[in-house]
């Protein structure tokens, strides 16, 4: 199996190399701002010129939340230049009598040269707020992703957020289009969530985009709240304390114990009980012996069996989580 | 009601949903212009194993089911909107959604969804009543004496059969109001009630000792409120939003009172405590109380700003600081009314954490080809809940003598700062490379370290040879040191205890994982290429690989990696494949010592040593079709699930005379098959058809939770265990599902 996947791997990899050396040199890549600038200053023309040879791609856009924005409840004289507020003004594009490069348009293709930096910047001029407040400082823009990587702009595909992919429901599971659109690059974390273990994700109650914030944020990992703990809080508030008895590891990092994305063992848990708990606790007697499968101290839920309130407990007599 | 009927209501509807007034793509009403859909339909299936692993997350019923509902209506002039979804409509999943609003000026959205979570039906049994509801757990009956036989039979015989699960109802209110396109203003509510009965242990007596485990369905009963607002402005080249969000967590039923089995002289009131826990049915504790999580509120500030700086620079910045508050009252030590209290120097914690966060950031491109980054990130846990003392100990399970004299509690507090450093550069169109610098500070107040320092450095490659084509290469390096780790440092202090006698009892050689000294190696490798426009294939390698190199006891390495591949093809117009497989590793080693007594060191007693190896490994695989069989009529829909998951623990080790052998643990299996096959036949422009098959197989063998039932004493023929009882809920029975699938869509 190893052998395979690594076959597979480098086979995948060495066709790439082909195919980068077959075509590195046919392609010669247009560097659009440049030849715009050898062109006269263009100037707008208008959404109905526009519309007059992309009818079909306006009627599109005209169905999305910024094409109804844009088109019929423009707030200002931005808005109201609807495509060329995206593309950039498009007399030198009608001029030449349109095509596919031509006018030193921003076209947002993967095969139009542009930089991601400058598309993005297209769509950042509205957009860094809010949710994408922190999307430069983001991993995904450290990458050099776009936002066109995620998002469709001129069709209306997903139920929201102009995400490039569909979700898909049935009365047996559903795949939310944000999850379907991490998926296609955290292949690892889309496995995990057919883990036996796992949460709500691929019933459709919960999205990756319930706990990250794929726009960037000042948390590690993108999370949405300050820290992992705080992130596991917004739904578990019951564990949120602070208790009279802490337990440490537990109040730094859920994910001490708990992998939140799926696990083969129960309750989340990253490694089998009684283990998890023996790789900390080493005093005398049963926290250091090991144990049976035929113990009490490894069946049903092992350590928790008595210690329930591992998460802190608020009892006077609650030292050892037992009350 | 047989199928037949069933069939023949389904038609009937369907007959009037095709002759239903609506007609043509929408309906316009005046200004207004409506559409919307419906979907309706009927599950048979045939259905055996467990059906608790099937439903965990989900309702499906062998019954009429309405999928999903959905009403949308605009304005003429595109101005306003109003769309209503619902799916799943009558079950313990539905939602419903409501969203109306002006388009670029408010939006305003109203929903509900259910979430149930399904742990055990038909299993787990219970001789304990809640006559009141609420959280007591009283026992009509007793066993005649403590002897395991007469347990045993005693539960097998008063035992009721009890479902676990929580159902989880959230309610949710949010607005959006942008005045002007530089101005934001949101607010959300948004209320969470979780309800039911999940497993729960509970003890009397003492380990090491004498004690009886007694399971219950701890009763669940929460109510979280939420509160966010916020509001930001957008200028040339700045942003300023300031947010405040606010959580209010209640537990209806915080205490947990539940009778002992094992007092014998009497039941309910009638039973007679006496201070010192009996295994012989003459005495002890008649009843326990725990403390469930206490009802809590959290306020948090938030001020997020952006602005650009010169030379192509930009910073961000956010300032967070909260108060998070618990100031239930302390139970009593015991329920047990022969005890007398201990002192306590407080009535309540007083619980106050005031987290603060603050995070300044700085990006720069002034130079095309080259990209910076650095930042600066504080969090402090300040944790200024009281400290209590307890001079006279506590009371171990309701149970006679106070234990443990002279404690004060520490309120546990901590910091943790991050510095970090990234540059990039565009060596050439296809090529960026880029170098990370990382350094975490993790401070302490109490714990075996107090202050830590974790480094990373590492370089990252994106290869973009054409647009058709991305590859990525990272490695990252960490390593983290643990200076003066010191065992005998606690967090609760024990007054009348040295730290040589903490170090010895806890053992001085044992590394706990999450402070120990470590040295960590990540790795990932993707790869994204469209061979043609119709071939796209994915495919990715990550290596997580953590060593603890001081650690004598405890965790010793683990490691962790995961290839993946994936395709999507579309050879024809009306054709598409895709498919994906993933296999993922992760093996663990820990190095333990057997201890009976504290002078018990792995130098003293060298054949006190035991190892144990723990291994998981899981594949993953999907493969499926969209065929469209006849255009814009019909479409066909096959795809095909599967995972399988293996946990195996070894062990060896532990050869002293009279000791515990270190034995391998059974393997914990889960498979998951999940086929779906769909037709969808558009019999008109607004009707649909839609015909299909679900199999879903689940099986999972954990021998720690298949073998279980009430009592327990056959399995451990320990004492203790004799007299301890269980609620037996097996939660991971296979089951096998063939579920037929017809539906009648309609859209206006």
Known sequence: MKRFLFVTFAGVVLFGAAHWTWTAEKEPVKEPAKEAAKETPPTYVGTEVCQACHAPQFEKFSKTLMGKIFLFNARNETEKQACENCHGPGSNHVAAGGGKGVGGLITFRKDSGESVALQNQTCLTCHQRGVQTYWNASAHANRGMGCVTCHTIMEKTSDRYQLAKVGEHTPFFTKRAETEVCGQCHLQRNAQLLRSSHMPVREGKMTCSDCHNPHGSPSPAQLRQNTINENCYTCHTERRGPFLWEHPPVLENCTNCHEPHGTVNDRLLKVTDPRLCTGCHMATQHPSTPRAPTSVFFFNRSCTNCHSQVHGSNHPSGKFFMR | ?748
Not at chain 2, 308 to 337: C, E
Not at chain 2, 350 to 366: M, Q
Not at chain 2, 486 to 503: C, K, M, P, S, Y
């Open chain 2, 1 to 748: 009601m047989n199928w037949t009927r069933r069939l023949l209501r389904l038609a009937t509807f369907s007959f009037h949903l095709v002759a239903a007034p609506f007609v043509s793509a929408q309906v316009d009403i005046g200004d207004l212009t409506i559409s919307g859909g419906a979907e309706v339909g009927g599950l048979p299936r045939t259905f055996t194993g467990d059906k608790a692993k099937f439903e965990e997350y989900r309702d499906i019923p062998e019954s009429v089911i309405v999928p999903q509902l959905q009403l949308l209506i605009g304005g003429k002039k595109e101005d306003y909107y109003l769309n209503f979804n619902a799916t799943e409509v009558g079950r313990s999943d539905q939602m419903y959604s409501l969203r109306v609003g002006k388009y670029g000026l408010v939006d305003m959205e109203f929903s509900w969804d259910q979430i149930p979570h399904v742990f055990s039906l038909d299993t787990a049994r219970t001789p304990y009543g809640r006559p009141g509801g609420g959280g007591t757990f009283t026992l009509p009956s007793k066993p005649t004496t403590t002897a395991g036989t007469d347990v045993r039979d005693w539960v097998n015989g008063a035992a009721n059969s009890v479902d676990l699960k929580l159902f989880n109802g959230i309610g949710r209110f949010n607005v959006r109001y942008t005045p002007t396109p530089g101005w934001t203003f949101t607010g959300t509510y948004w209320s969470n009630n979780n309800s039911g009965k999940r497993a729960f242990g509970a003890l009397f007596g003492t380990s090491p000792g004498s004690y009886n485990i007694t399971e219950l369905t701890e009763p669940i009963s929460y109510q979280t409120n939420n509160i966010e607002l916020g509001g930001e402005y957008a200028g040339n080249g700045w942003t300023l939003g300031l947010k405040y969000t606010g959580s209010f967590f209640h537990n209806n039923i915080s205490t947990l009172v539940w009778d002992n089995p094992i007092n014998l002289t009497g039941v309910g009131s009638a039973c007679v405590d006496t201070p010192t826990y009996q295994t012989n049915g003459t005495g002890g504790p008649c009843r326990g109380r725990m403390d469930l999580y206490p009802s809590n509120q959290a306020h948090t500030f938030g001020l997020t700003g952006t602005a650009a700086l010169p030379m192509k620079t930009q910073f961000l910045g956010t300032v967070s600081y909260g108060w998070r508050l618990q100031d239930d009252h302390f139970l009593p030590f015991t329920i047990n009314p022969t005890i007398a209290q201990p002192r306590i120097s407080a009535t309540s914690l007083d619980g106050d954490v005031r987290p603060l966060v603050v995070n300044t950031t700085f990006v720069n491109r002034y130079f095309d080809k080259l990209d910076l980054k650095a930042y600066y990130r504080l969090y402090d846990y300040d944790n200024r809940s009281k400290r209590v003392s307890l001079p006279d100990g506590y009371i171990k399970n309701d149970s006679n003598p106070p234990v443990v004299p002279d404690l004060v509690t520490f309120p546990y507090a901590y910091s943790r700062q991050n510095i970090g450093m990234d540059a990039g550069y565009t060596f050439a169109k296809w090529l960026t490379g880029k170098f990370s610098y990382g350094w975490e500070r993790m401070h302490r107040e109490q714990r075996e370290v107090l202050s830590s320092d974790e480094f990373n450095v590492g370089p990252t490659f994106d290869i973009k040879p054409s647009p058709w084509a991305l590859f990525r290469a990272s490695y990252r390096h960490y390593w983290r040191n643990a200076p003066d780790y010191d065992a005998g440092r606690q967090v609760v202090i024990e007054t009348d205890e040295t730290r040589e006698d903490i170090r010895e009892a806890r053992l001085e050689a044992l590394r706990k994982f999450d402070e120990a000294a470590r040295h960590r190696d990540k790795v990932s490798l993707y790869g994204q290429y469209s061979v043609w426009e119709q071939l796209t294939l994915n495919s990715g390698f990550d290596v997580t690989s953590d060593r603890y190199p001081n650690s004598e006891i405890g965790v010793q390495n683990d490691f962790n990696y995961s290839p993946s591949v994936g395709f999507n093809y579309s050879p024809l117009e009306w054709l598409k494949f895709f498919g994906n497989y993933n296999w993922e590793r992760f093996d663990w080693k820990l190095n333990a010592v057997q201890r009976s007594d504290a002078t018990q060191t792995p130098q003293t007693d060298p054949s006190r040593l035991w190892v144990s190896r723990g291994r998981d490994q899981i594949h993953t695989f999907s493969l499926g079709s969209d065929i469209e069989l006849i255009k814009n009529l019909l479409g066909l829909r096959i795809q095909y699930g599967f995972s399988d998951g293996r946990s195996d623990v070894r062990a060896s080790g532990s050869t002293c005379s009279g000791c515990t052998q270190a034995t391998n643990y059974p393997t914990i299996k889960n498979q998951w098959h999940e086929l779906l096959t769909r037709l969808e036949y558009q019999v008109h422009k607004n009707i649909a058809f839609n015909v299909g098959y679900y199999f879903n197989h689940a099986t999972e063998n954990d021998f720690g939770v298949d073998i279980m039932k009430p009592w327990m004493g056959d399995v451990d023929t320990g004492a203790n265990v004799q007299r301890s009882i269980f609620l037996g809920d097996q939660i991971k029975g296979p089951f096998t599902a063939h579920v037929g699938y017809f539906t009648v869509k309609f859209r206006f």
